[in-house]
């Protein structure tokens, strides 16, 4: 545990450290210099233009306080598929790693310890890349599969940087508001773009053609089930009645999605909030109970929703079809799969064999499985599956077991906020059963969340109740 107290003064012997800029001079000229690569990048590229200007602007936070700038960066994952802004949270993530490559020197005691407690779970991480790495030796099309690699190993960074950067309560629930108020935001920006009297399906649903309705749907359930958790931890009335409001907002936003796949996903989260949080099950029955109403409301409002979950069925873009050629080129390929993001280019080998299937999504405009662990099982077989399910079940085992060290330890609120996190973990993986980004940055950070709680457990002191303590010094008595 002398490592852990190390950890705890992290940082304080930072606050002494020389100054990058020492003069007026040298802080305008950098300014300039920064004002005229921004102005350079954005009479090029706007996009490029504006990712380097909140770079910029995250530029002091990340050196300053980098468990803030995570936060802070949570929101920007939102932004990952709005036109324009795709390119912000990629050079974000990238001056936050620069940042935590600058601090890992001085947090070397927490980067062991966890590292220590965890090399298990490291070590199925490292399989994993090694195992789709390696795919690209038998992939069909390696240049697609190298391509597209870089997104494998973002996640792996996630779960590297996370649980060695945060290990404060505080921290944690930067991220959870990050993901509150990034999914408000959201629903904010694309609420104006909904149109019920388009023709385009997605035009009917929040989202829309700014993000696509099924991820953000599953954002949303991560939104709600933090937000819920969140009013574990705070102390104010005021405060605990805008989560519940936000959960309420986030609920009806995901409605207002018409993502299938979304409330399915809500479904197991009810499940499992109701089997895994029995001390809390009251208040998870009256804040599903509200969602329903609101969602109900939502419902029977909007024509285009009622009309969508109406048809309730999984032949929407073409589901099944390619879940049957997942299946096929599974069996074609049990061990190793077709190698990683080829599925679209060796599914047209499938369009001749039995059965009614078809040509829109495999041959005219090829898509992904709709199915990330069938995916999975098609291009990288039953080894790169169970290896991906295997670390996600270590990062989930990891909350859980957080969460029952602070109940032992008499922290029953964080318990709760740790057990959300658990809930929402699942809702992610659950929602994976109708998306295909396995790699995307949301799941990755609830999961690399794990450690942290565990990090925060292991230094929570036991607070002994007052009877157990009476008895036990009448015993020594």
Not at 312 to 328: C, H, I, K, M, P
Request: hydrophobic share 55%.
């Amino acid at each position: 545990m002398a490592s852990m107290n190390q950890v705890a003064r992290v940082g304080q012997g930072q606050t002494g450290s020389r100054s990058l800029f020492e003069s007026p001079a040298q802080i305008v000229g950098a300014a300039l210099g920064s004002a005229a690569v921004v102005g350079f990048l954005l009479a090029h590229s706007v996009q490029y233009g504006v990712a380097v200007l909140v770079a910029l602007l995250f530029l002091p936070i990340a050196l300053l306080n980098l468990p803030l700038a995570i936060g802070l960066f949570v929101p920007l994952i939102y932004l990952e598929q709005v036109p324009g802004a795709a390119r912000i949270p990629s050079g974000v993530a990238l001056l936050i790693f620069m940042a935590w490559l600058g601090t890992l020197a001085g947090r070397g005691s927490l980067f062991a310890e966890v590292f220590k407690r965890h090399r298990g779970m490291y070590l199925l991480l490292l399989m994993l890349m090694a195992w789709i790495t390696l795919s690209l030796m038998w992939a069909r099309d390696p240049g697609v599969a190298a391509g597209g690699l870089w997104q494998w190993y973002w996640a792996a960074g996630i779960v590297l940087v996370i649980p060695t950067a945060l290990w404060t309560r505080r921290h944690v629930v930067f991220v959870c508001v990050g993901f509150v108020v990034g999914g408000l935001i959201a629903a904010m920006i694309t609420l104006p773009q909904i149109s019920s009297g388009s023709s385009t399906d997605y035009a009917t649903r929040l989202g829309g053609d700014l993000i696509n309705p099924n991820y953000f749907a599953a954002a949303l359930l991560s939104a709600a089930a933090l937000a819920a958790g969140l009013m574990a931890v705070v102390r104010r009335p005021v405060h605990e009645k805008l989560l519940l409001a936000a959960v309420a907002l986030a609920i009806v936003a995901i409605f207002a999605t018409g993502s299938r796949g979304g409330l399915l996903a809500g479904l197991v989260m009810i499940a499992a909030a109701f089997a895994l949080m029995r001390r809390q099950r009251l208040r998870v029955g009256v804040i599903v109970a509200v969602g329903l109403v609101l969602g109900t409301l939502w419902v029977s409002s909007s024509d285009s929703t009622l009309s969508r979950l109406r048809d309730f069925n999984t032949s929407g873009t073409g589901r099944v079809d390619l879940w049957t050629v997942a299946l096929r080129m599974w069996e074609d390929h049990p061990i190793n799969g077709v190698g990683f993001m080829n599925f679209p280019t060796v599914s047209r080998d499938y369009i001749m064999q039995p059965g009614q299937l078809s040509t829109e999504f495999i041959i005219t405009e090829p898509k992904e499985t709709h199915n990330a662990y069938l995916g999975l099982l098609a291009e990288n077989g039953v080894i790169g599956l169970g290896l991906f399910l295997a670390l996600a079940i270590a990062l989930i085992r990891v909350t859980w077991q957080a969460a029952r060290r602070l109940d032992e330890a008499g922290d029953s609120s964080y318990a709760t906020l740790a057990r959300a996190i658990g809930i929402a973990q699942i809702g992610a993986l659950a929602a994976l059963m109708f998306t295909h980004n396995t790699y995307n940055n949301a799941l990755w950070i609830l999961l690399a969340l794990g450690p942290v709680l565990l990090t925060i457990a292991d230094r929570t002191p036991v607070i002994e109740p007052p009877s157990a303590r009476e008895s036990r010094e009448l015993i020594e008595a």
